[in-house]
């Protein structure tokens, strides 16, 4: 096991990395910017560096000072987190030629998955079923009618090295597709530095539901049931829920199982996410995400595992500590991001919290790096904490979720808390009978 691990984050997720290094009886060490010298990770921390000025780039993006203060407090492994270096294939290939352990995955796998193109093609290869389209990159535009009327009207134009919703355009027509292709191309360009362009069959009405999969790095691989995201604005998740509204336990079962054993064949290690659209009782994978991701904690709350331990266990060589068959799904699990954002038009208020409190009560959990007095920087994003409700069934949950909604309060700043009190009130959500377009569509309506 680790002696101590350096926490390359900040905010709620370096506190949640903190506290699973602490129940295994870790040293922990963590980086800071000057931006963030009051931060909760730098007071709960074993140690700390400062790493540089605010901006990102200079500081929790700066892989040169990260690897220097891994060495100048010995530290044996890296915890990215989520965003910043968590998919960083060059940052996982430094940390091994340093022999500081990496805890993620291998930079070959974060690269491949980086690659859209040839996550997709790697997916297909492994028995994941993808939205049909064309088999890998298009350049010229008779390639591209010929594939678009092979699928079938409406497609979509994606850049290999976007993912998360940059660098898309949808073609209604065909009169579409020949401005599509170019803009995408030269966007990707600009964008990634590389034009690749590949299509796909557009689904109109899909949800999106991802599935959480751990390898052992030594060709054992589990699922963890899934999560629905379909709640989103501007391709930012805003609710995510486990398990889906949509799926029965057959459906769970079948897409976890292909997604295990595709684990288990990459010879993937540590956690990832398989990403789908799920329409008409069908799954068409998207992407792979390579880390730990945000919303991990509904997972956790159905699962009971603490998937951070599994991290750590898996990359000091430990192996997974569960069996498929000794994961089993209790109840449902809702989470909410609080943002520091105004309700309805999403733009950001960093400022002065000045009163913090969270709910409590069973099946409650507030993950947050901030408290009464803090000042939230401008540099960062706005998550400033995440409520997850687990609830014996989704109505319980969505009524537990309403009375911790009740009792959350943040003053100083505005926050998306009102948004969730509406939200827990309406009766699509409460059906769970909504798409990946259904947020947008309300918000728009609410203007
Ligand atoms: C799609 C799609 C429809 N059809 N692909 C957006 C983010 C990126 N991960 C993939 N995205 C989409 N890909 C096909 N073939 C619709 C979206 C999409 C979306 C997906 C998930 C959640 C929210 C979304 C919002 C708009 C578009």
């Given at each position: 096991?680790?002696?101590?691990?350096l926490?390359?984050?900040?905010?709620e997720?370096?506190?949640?990395?903190?506290?699973?290094?602490?129940?295994?009886?870790?040293?922990?060490?963590?980086?800071?910017?000057?931006?963030?010298?009051?931060?909760m990770?730098?007071?709960?921390?074993?140690?700390?560096?400062?790493?540089?000025?605010?901006?990102?780039?200079?500081s929790?993006?700066?892989?040169?000072?990260?690897?220097?203060?891994?060495?100048?407090?010995?530290?044996?492994?890296?915890?990215?987190?989520?965003g910043?270096?968590?998919e960083?294939?060059?940052?996982?290939?430094i940390?091994?030629?340093?022999?500081?352990?990496?805890?993620?995955?291998?930079?070959?796998?974060?690269?491949?998955?980086?690659?859209?193109?040839?996550?997709?093609?790697?997916?297909?290869?492994?028995?994941?079923?993808?939205?049909?389209?064309?088999?890998?990159a298009?350049?010229?535009?008779?390639?591209?009618r010929?594939?678009?009327?092979?699928?079938?009207?409406?497609?979509?134009?994606?850049?290999?090295?976007?993912?998360?919703?940059?660098g898309?355009?949808?073609?209604?027509?065909e009169?579409?597709?020949?401005?599509?292709?170019?803009?995408?191309?030269?966007?990707?360009?600009?964008?990634?530095?590389?034009?690749?362009?590949?299509?796909?069959?557009y689904?109109?009405?899909?949800?999106?539901?991802?599935?959480?999969?751990?390898?052992?790095?030594?060709?054992?691989?589990?699922?963890?049931?899934?999560?629905?995201?379909?709640?989103?604005?501007?391709?930012q998740?805003?609710?995510?829920?486990?398990?889906?509204?949509?799926?029965?336990?057959?459906?769970?079962?079948?897409?976890?199982?292909?997604?295990?054993?595709?684990?288990?064949?990459?010879?993937?290690?540590?956690?990832?996410?398989?990403?789908?659209?799920y329409?008409?009782g069908?799954?068409?994978?998207?992407?792979?995400?390579?880390?730990?991701?945000?919303?991990?904690?509904?997972?956790?709350?159905?699962?009971?595992?603490?998937?951070?331990?599994?991290?750590?266990?898996?990359?000091?060589g430990?192996?997974?500590s569960?069996?498929?068959?000794?994961?089993?799904?209790?109840?449902?699990?809702?989470?909410?991001?609080?943002?520091?954002?105004?309700?309805?038009?999403?733009?950001?208020?960093?400022?002065?919290?000045?009163?913090?409190?969270?709910?409590?009560?069973?099946?409650?959990?507030?993950?947050?790096?901030?408290?009464?007095?803090?000042?939230?920087?401008?540099?960062?994003?706005?998550?400033?904490?995440?409520?997850?409700?687990?609830?014996?069934?989704?109505?319980?949950?969505?009524?537990?979720?309403?009375?911790?909604?009740?009792?959350?309060?943040?003053?100083?700043?505005?926050?998306?808390?009102?948004?969730?009190?509406?939200?827990?009130?309406?009766?699509?959500?409460?059906?769970?009978?909504?798409?990946?377009?259904?947020?947008?569509?309300?918000?728009?309506?609410?203007?």
């Open positions: 096991m680790f002696q101590k691990i926490i390359a984050n900040r905010g997720i370096a506190l949640r990395v903190l506290r699973a290094c602490k129940e295994l009886g870790i040293q922990t060490v963590v980086v800071h910017s000057t931006a963030d010298a009051d931060a990770h730098v007071r709960l921390a074993d140690e700390s560096v400062c790493i540089g000025p605010p901006p990102s780039r200079d929790y993006l700066n892989i040169h000072q990260i690897v220097a203060a891994c060495e100048i407090t010995g530290a044996d492994a890296v915890h990215p987190g989520y910043f270096l968590s960083n294939a060059k940052f996982a290939d940390l091994a030629a340093h022999n500081i352990t990496f805890i993620g995955p291998s930079g070959d796998h974060i690269r491949i998955m980086g690659d859209k193109i040839e996550a997709k093609r790697t997916a297909k290869r492994l028995g994941i079923p993808v939205v049909p389209g064309s088999d890998g298009v350049t010229d535009q008779k390639e591209a010929r594939i678009a009327a092979e699928i079938g009207y409406p497609v979509i134009i994606k850049a290999s090295a976007g993912g998360g919703g940059r898309m355009k949808v073609a209604l027509t009169a579409d597709l020949e401005i599509g292709l170019q803009t995408a191309s030269t966007e990707a360009g600009a964008a990634f530095g590389d034009d690749a362009v590949y299509i796909e069959k689904l109109e009405k899909p949800r999106h539901i991802e599935v959480q999969v751990f390898g052992d790095g030594a060709g054992r691989g589990v699922h963890f049931g899934e999560r629905d995201c379909s709640l989103q604005r501007r391709h998740k805003v609710w995510e829920e486990a398990p889906s509204p949509a799926l029965n336990a057959e459906e769970r079962a079948r897409i976890g199982n292909i997604c295990a054993k595709a684990i288990a064949d990459l010879g993937y290690s540590g956690a990832g996410t398989i990403e789908f659209l329409e008409n069908e799954f068409y994978f998207i992407e792979m995400n390579t880390r730990l991701q945000v919303e991990h904690p509904v997972t956790e709350a159905i699962t009971g595992i603490d998937l951070v331990h599994e991290q750590i266990r898996v990359a000091s430990g192996g997974l569960v069996r498929q068959e000794d994961i089993k799904f209790n109840g449902h699990a809702i989470e909410c991001r609080i943002n520091a954002e105004d309700p309805r038009t999403f733009t950001p208020s960093p400022g002065t919290i000045t009163h913090f409190h969270t709910p409590g009560g069973l099946g409650i959990r507030v993950d947050s790096g901030v408290y009464s007095g803090y000042k939230i920087p401008p540099y960062y994003d706005s998550l400033i904490g995440k409520l997850i409700v687990h609830g014996r069934n989704r109505v319980e949950c969505m009524m537990r979720l309403r009375r911790a909604l009740d009792e959350f309060v943040v003053d100083g700043i505005k926050t998306t808390l009102p948004l969730f009190r509406d939200l827990v009130g309406n009766a699509d959500i409460a059906n769970g009978d909504y798409d990946i377009h259904w947020l947008e569509k309300y918000l728009a309506k609410e203007e």
